[in-house]
């Protein structure tokens, strides 16, 4: 069965800095990597989905990078500002259904 | 862009009451899920539905039901409401064809059972 997680579960940064959040999975038999934001009481946002034959995406401050062999993926997040302050939440699709980490908490104070 | 809408942001109910959740969505996609979120536990899938009339059960479909009778309607059925139900509740679709296969969520709603 697919497990994911991310490391740290919470982080704290002051605003400017640049950051990596990280996700590993234990099946790499995947067919895509999806990272999601959650405001508190909201739903998820997608942020960026790497398939399975790239190796990264970016979008604006954001870059996620795949590693499919060793079951990893980080996401970058550059200069990074008070309204970034989320969940971030990583999620791989399977065979049907995508198997979700546990979230990364950050915040970024001013 | 897609668009992935749930009845309700917040519901309170009593504990034995019947809870029906809908969700929307308005791009024509094959698949729909269910998930309820509690902190600590994360994201666990309820129910999913391949196409209208199918369903498949989730992690922890025990006390819950579904109904797909349109194509862009997904209903998740409490019948029997319990406190241990509390929890917040989303909706997600997703197409099967082309690519990428992405999935959509919508905004959750927040259910209280006293």
């Known amino acids: 069965k697919q497990e994911v997680t991310q490391i740290p579960a919470a982080l704290s940064v002051p605003e400017g800095e640049n950051l990596v959040l990280n996700c590993s999975f234990t099946?790499?038999?995947?067919?895509?990597l999806q990272w999601f934001r959650q405001d508190p009481g909201k739903g998820l946002t997608s942020l960026l989905l790497i398939q399975s034959s790239q190796r990264e995406q970016t979008s604006g401050r954001l870059n996620a990078s795949l590693d499919k062999s060793s079951g990893r993926s980080t996401l970058y997040i550059a200069a990074s500002q008070p309204g970034d302050s989320a969940t971030y939440l990583c999620a791989v699709l399977g065979y049907s259904t995508l198997t979700f980490g546990k979230g990364t908490m950050l915040l970024v104070s001013p | 862009d897609v668009k992935v809408t749930q009845s309700s942001r917040y519901l309170v109910k009593r504990t034995g009451e019947k809870v029906f959740l809908e969700c929307v969505q308005d791009m024509d996609h094959e698949n729909m899920f269910w998930y309820r979120q509690d902190p600590g536990l994360g994201l666990r899938l309820i129910y999913f539905?391949?196409?209208?009339?199918?369903?498949e059960k989730g992690d922890i479909p025990e006390g819950y039901s579904v109904s797909r009778e349109k194509k862009e309607r997904f209903s998740l059925i409490l019948e029997s409401a319990s406190t241990n139900q509390t929890s917040m509740y989303l909706c997600a679709s997703r197409t099967t064809s082309g690519s990428p296969i992405e999935q959509f969520f919508g905004p959750g709603t927040r259910l209280t059972v006293l």
């Open positions: 539905s391949y196409d209208v009339k199918m369903k």
């Open positions: 099946d790499s038999a995947i067919y895509n």
